[in-house]
T-cell receptor, first 114, second 113 residues
Framework: AQSVTQPDIHITVSEGASLELRCNYSYGATPYLFWYVQSPGQGLQLLLKYFSGDTLVQGIKGFEAEFKRSQSSFNLRKPSVHWSDAAEYFCAVGGYSSASKIIFGSGTRLSIRP | DAEITQSPRHKITETGRQVTLACHQTWNHNNMFWYRQDLGHGLRLIHYSYGVQDTNKGEVSDGYSVSRSNTEDLPLTLESAASSQTSVYFC????????????FGPGTRLTVL
């Protein structure tokens, strides 16, 4: 069965510092991988997605993620965070066999220290 | 601009009452989904639909039902609300296929007393 693990429940980083949010997945076939962001009181917005090809994916708001098949990981990175990046981040996995359904991780809450 | 809306945004109800949460999308998407979001669980799929007259159960479907009579709407009904159904509910839609981004509504916060 497919699953997604986000091992960090809450992370705090200083403004201007680099960020890496971890995501590990389990999927029996080639996965489709997504990162979504949820600002307080809002719905989820797609940051980036990976289907195939280049394993380093660029997204919106200066985020990127790297797919590492050998580690079953899809970590999200940003070189310099801004106070507006404070939000909840969700990793998700889907694929051809999932028939348009995706499984979400439990989320990582990001706080920014001034 | 196309969008996905949910109503009401906040709802307080009593145990045993029937509640219906509305979801309306103007993307003309075939796929629609209902999730609930609870602390520590992320988003869990309740029901989903691939088109008109099509509905399917997700991983936490007990106590919930949906119907799809047109492309735009997928209302979620709680037949007899329970305190365990206190949660934030999100509706989402996608065009077709596995690679398509899901677009989310703003959510409905439901409290069952």
């Amino acid at each position: 069965a497919q699953s997604v693990t986000q091992p960090d429940i809450h992370i705090t980083v200083s403004e201007g510092a680099s960020l890496e949010l971890r995501c590990n997945y389990s999927y029996g076939a080639t996965p489709y991988l997504f990162w979504y962001v949820q600002s307080p009181g809002q719905g989820l917005q797609l940051l980036l997605k990976y289907f195939s090809g280049d394993t380093l994916v660029q997204g919106i708001k200066g985020f990127e993620a790297e797919f590492k098949r050998s580690q079953s990981s899809f970590n999200l990175r940003k070189p310099s965070v801004h106070w507006s990046d404070a939000a909840e981040y969700f990793c998700a996995v889907g694929g051809y066999s999932s028939a348009s359904k995706i499984i979400f991780g439990s989320g990582t809450r990001l706080s920014i220290r001034p | 601009d196309a969008e996905i809306t949910q109503s009401p945004r906040h709802k307080i109800t009593e145990t045993g009452r029937q509640v219906t949460l509305a979801c309306h999308q103007t993307w003309n998407h075939n796929n629609m989904f209902w999730y609930r979001q609870d602390l520590g669980h992320g988003l869990r799929l309740i029901h989903y639909s691939y088109g008109v007259q099509d509905t399917n159960k997700g991983e936490v479907s007990d106590g919930y039902s949906v119907s799809r009579s047109n492309t735009e709407d997928l209302p979620l009904t709680l037949e007899s609300a329970a305190s365990s159904q206190t949660s934030v509910y999100f509706c989402a839609s996608s065009e077709r296929g596995d690679r398509d981004e899901q677009f989310f509504g703003p959510g409905t916060r439901l409290t069952v007393l």
